[in-house]
């Protein structure tokens, strides 16, 4: 994959068919895999299966979205268990190219316009493991405050505690320009 800047497009978009196959690809990478909480090492076929089944019919208070970086999909966000006021803020970036690179920032705050704008949501929150160092990072990048313990979660093959973060509409709104 040839470097990016930051500057580069990135747009968040429904997911369609053919972008299993982005998903077939980063379930390749074990390390991806371990991070994202994936199984590593499954076939491609059981990979793709899974992403059609996203992509053709996903749950109604669960919405996962591509991050389509310079024309190329890299990752997805999720707003899980999404009622009226509320969603559980996902993100993966599948090329680890892109890891560290504000990529994920500026995936989260697209995201983050998404849910407090078109979806008009109140609170949005997150749960993070503990040792995921980058991703509490990125929560408080994107304005989250951490709001308590949870746990013990899988992450990395280990049990570990986690983290909740929150982040409401009004605190997203003095942030935002």
């Known amino acids: ?4 800047t930051a500057q580069e497009p990135l747009t968040l978009r429904p997911l369609r068919p053919g972008d299993e196959e982005a998903a077939v690809r980063w379930g ?5 895999c371990r991070a994202a909480g994936w199984t590593p090492g499954l ?4 990979v793709r299966r899974h992403w059609q089944g996203i992509i053709t019919g996903g749950a109604p208070n669960f919405r996962r979205l591509g991050v389509e970086y310079g024309g190329r999909l890299v990752g997805y966000v999720d707003l ?5 006021l509320s969603g559980e803020f996902g993100i993966a970036l599948g090329e680890r190219a892109l890891w560290g690179r504000g990529v994920g920032t500026r995936a989260g705050g697209l995201l983050l316009a998404h849910a407090f704008g078109d979806l008009g949501l109140q609170t949005v929150t997150a749960e993070v493991h503990q040792p995921n160092l980058p991703s509490h990072a990125l929560m408080r990048r994107l304005g989250f405050r951490e709001t308590g313990t949870g746990g013990p979660d899988g992450y990395r093959g280990e049990q570990v505690p986690t983290l909740w973060y929150a982040l409401e509409r009004a605190d997203w709104a003095a942030l935002s320009p």
Do not use: Q, Y
């Open 1 to 4: 994959m040839p470097p990016h």
């Open 28 to 32: 390749a990478d074990a390390e991806f």
């Open 43 to 46: 076939a491609g076929r059981v």
């Open 80 to 84: 899980a268990d999404l009622s009226a």
